[in-house]
Protein backbone atom coordinates (compact mmCIF):
# COMPACT_ATOMS: atom_id res chain seq x y z
CA UNK A 1 0.00 0.00 0.00
CA UNK A 2 1.13 3.34 -1.47
CA UNK A 3 0.42 6.75 -1.18
CA UNK A 4 0.97 8.61 -4.89
CA UNK A 5 1.54 12.10 -4.13
CA UNK A 6 0.99 14.89 -6.45
CA UNK A 7 2.82 18.55 -6.05
CA UNK A 8 1.77 21.51 -7.84
CA UNK A 9 1.75 20.79 -11.96
CA UNK A 10 2.40 16.93 -11.09
CA UNK A 11 0.34 13.64 -12.30
CA UNK A 12 0.74 10.23 -11.66
CA UNK A 13 -1.82 6.92 -11.63
CA UNK A 14 -1.98 3.41 -10.28
CA UNK A 15 -3.82 0.25 -10.40
CA UNK A 16 -2.21 -1.21 -7.53
CA UNK A 17 -4.23 -2.20 -4.56
CA UNK A 18 -4.64 -0.67 -1.74
CA UNK A 19 -3.05 2.23 -3.47
CA UNK A 20 -3.75 5.97 -3.48
CA UNK A 21 -3.32 9.16 -5.01
CA UNK A 22 -3.09 12.36 -2.88
CA UNK A 23 -2.91 16.11 -3.75
CA UNK A 24 -2.95 18.84 -1.06
CA UNK A 25 -3.81 22.56 -0.86
CA UNK A 26 -5.76 23.07 -3.54
CA UNK A 27 -6.28 26.38 -3.91
CA UNK A 28 -6.71 28.27 -7.08
CA UNK A 29 -5.45 24.93 -8.58
CA UNK A 30 -7.52 22.25 -9.81
CA UNK A 31 -6.97 18.51 -9.32
CA UNK A 32 -8.47 16.44 -12.09
CA UNK A 33 -9.03 12.71 -11.18
CA UNK A 34 -9.10 9.91 -13.73
CA UNK A 35 -10.89 6.70 -12.34
CA UNK A 36 -11.07 4.01 -14.66
CA UNK A 37 -13.68 0.89 -13.26
CA UNK A 38 -12.65 -1.71 -15.97
CA UNK A 39 -8.80 -1.66 -14.98
CA UNK A 40 -9.07 -0.62 -11.57
CA UNK A 41 -6.50 2.41 -12.36
CA UNK A 42 -6.90 5.93 -10.80
CA UNK A 43 -5.14 8.96 -11.96
CA UNK A 44 -4.88 12.68 -10.81
CA UNK A 45 -3.42 15.72 -12.60
CA UNK A 46 -2.62 19.14 -10.15
CA UNK A 47 -3.63 22.28 -12.67
CA UNK A 48 -2.23 25.23 -11.60
CA UNK A 49 -2.54 27.55 -14.44
CA UNK A 50 -5.20 27.47 -17.84
CA UNK A 51 -2.62 27.86 -20.64
CA UNK A 52 0.86 26.59 -21.75
CA UNK A 53 0.95 29.31 -24.11
CA UNK A 54 2.48 31.44 -21.54
CA UNK A 55 5.70 29.15 -20.76
CA UNK A 56 6.58 26.74 -23.31
CA UNK A 57 9.18 25.32 -21.87
CA UNK A 58 7.48 24.39 -18.98
CA UNK A 59 4.47 22.76 -21.16
CA UNK A 60 7.42 20.62 -22.31
CA UNK A 61 9.06 20.27 -18.68
CA UNK A 62 5.57 20.09 -16.82
CA UNK A 63 2.83 19.41 -18.66
CA UNK A 64 1.02 19.01 -15.66
CA UNK A 65 1.54 22.36 -14.99
CA UNK A 66 -1.39 23.88 -17.31
CA UNK A 67 -4.98 22.53 -18.22
CA UNK A 68 -4.49 22.25 -21.99
CA UNK A 69 -1.23 19.89 -21.56
CA UNK A 70 -2.04 18.54 -18.12
CA UNK A 71 -5.24 16.40 -19.41
CA UNK A 72 -3.99 14.93 -22.31
CA UNK A 73 -0.95 14.01 -20.41
CA UNK A 74 -3.25 12.33 -17.10
CA UNK A 75 -4.89 10.22 -20.05
CA UNK A 76 -1.30 9.30 -21.33
CA UNK A 77 -0.12 8.39 -18.26
CA UNK A 78 -4.02 6.09 -17.36
CA UNK A 79 -2.94 4.35 -20.55
CA UNK A 80 0.41 3.83 -20.12
CA UNK A 81 -0.32 2.37 -16.21
CA UNK A 82 -3.18 0.93 -16.67
CA UNK A 83 -3.71 0.15 -20.44
CA UNK A 84 -5.52 1.81 -23.57
CA UNK A 85 -8.95 2.62 -22.70
CA UNK A 86 -10.63 5.67 -24.62
CA UNK A 87 -12.34 8.58 -22.42
CA UNK A 88 -15.59 6.94 -22.46
CA UNK A 89 -14.22 4.33 -19.85
CA UNK A 90 -12.71 7.36 -17.72
CA UNK A 91 -15.11 8.70 -15.19
CA UNK A 92 -14.18 12.23 -14.34
CA UNK A 93 -14.00 14.21 -11.36
CA UNK A 94 -12.48 17.93 -10.43
CA UNK A 95 -11.85 19.68 -7.05
CA UNK A 96 -10.43 23.50 -6.67
CA UNK A 97 -10.38 26.33 -8.45
CA UNK A 98 -11.42 28.20 -5.25
CA UNK A 99 -10.84 32.43 -5.05
CA UNK A 100 -8.69 32.58 -2.51
CA UNK A 101 -8.53 36.18 -2.00
CA UNK A 102 -11.92 36.28 -1.02
CA UNK A 103 -13.19 39.09 -3.74
CA UNK A 104 -13.81 39.21 -7.77
CA UNK A 105 -10.56 40.05 -9.04
CA UNK A 106 -9.31 40.83 -12.68
CA UNK A 107 -7.29 37.52 -12.42
CA UNK A 108 -9.69 35.16 -11.17
CA UNK A 109 -7.33 32.10 -11.33
CA UNK A 110 -9.73 29.39 -9.82
CA UNK A 111 -12.40 30.10 -12.15
CA UNK A 112 -9.77 30.50 -15.72
CA UNK A 113 -8.51 26.82 -14.32
CA UNK A 114 -11.85 25.00 -13.68
CA UNK A 115 -12.84 26.91 -17.68
CA UNK A 116 -9.74 25.33 -18.85
CA UNK A 117 -9.64 22.07 -17.69
CA UNK A 118 -13.52 21.72 -18.24
CA UNK A 119 -12.24 23.24 -22.49
CA UNK A 120 -9.84 20.26 -22.41
CA UNK A 121 -12.23 17.45 -21.42
CA UNK A 122 -14.59 18.48 -24.13
CA UNK A 123 -11.78 18.42 -26.64
CA UNK A 124 -10.97 15.20 -25.32
CA UNK A 125 -14.90 13.99 -25.82
CA UNK A 126 -15.16 14.00 -21.79
CA UNK A 127 -16.53 16.74 -19.31
CA UNK A 128 -16.90 15.64 -15.37
CA UNK A 129 -19.34 13.56 -13.78
CA UNK A 130 -18.66 14.99 -10.05
CA UNK A 131 -17.05 18.16 -9.30
CA UNK A 132 -16.37 20.25 -6.43
CA UNK A 133 -14.87 23.68 -7.27
CA UNK A 134 -14.70 27.17 -6.97
CA UNK A 135 -15.72 28.85 -3.18
CA UNK A 136 -12.96 30.14 -0.97
CA UNK A 137 -11.37 27.03 0.42
CA UNK A 138 -8.99 24.88 0.10
CA UNK A 139 -9.07 21.42 -0.81
CA UNK A 140 -6.53 17.83 -0.07
CA UNK A 141 -8.15 15.31 -2.68
CA UNK A 142 -7.55 11.75 -1.77
CA UNK A 143 -8.44 8.74 -4.05
CA UNK A 144 -8.43 4.87 -3.29
CA UNK A 145 -7.77 2.56 -6.21
CA UNK A 146 -9.93 -0.07 -3.72
CA UNK A 147 -12.72 1.92 -3.08
CA UNK A 148 -12.80 4.44 -6.31
CA UNK A 149 -13.74 7.30 -4.41
CA UNK A 150 -12.82 11.01 -4.32
CA UNK A 151 -12.66 12.30 -0.96
CA UNK A 152 -12.13 15.99 -0.19
CA UNK A 153 -11.17 17.20 3.33
CA UNK A 154 -10.80 21.04 4.29
CA UNK A 155 -9.82 22.47 7.34
CA UNK A 156 -13.09 24.60 7.06
CA UNK A 157 -15.28 22.20 5.77
CA UNK A 158 -14.17 18.83 7.37
CA UNK A 159 -14.14 15.34 4.86
CA UNK A 160 -16.59 14.56 2.05
CA UNK A 161 -16.93 12.72 -0.94
CA UNK A 162 -17.46 13.63 -4.65
Known amino acids: MATVMIGIGGLGATNTPGDF ?9 VAVVFLVPKT ?9 LPDSALDAKKKQMVPGHFADS ?15 VTMRDVYVKIAGGANMLGAATSFDIGRRNVLAVKK ?3 QMGSGPMAEDIEGFISRTVTVSVDA ?6 SPAKGTWTI
Request: glycine share 14%; charged share 10%.
Open 70 to 84: GVPALFNEICRVGGA
Open 40 to 48: RCIGMVHVA
Open 120 to 122: ALW
Open 148 to 153: GTVELS
Open 21 to 29: VKTMALGSC
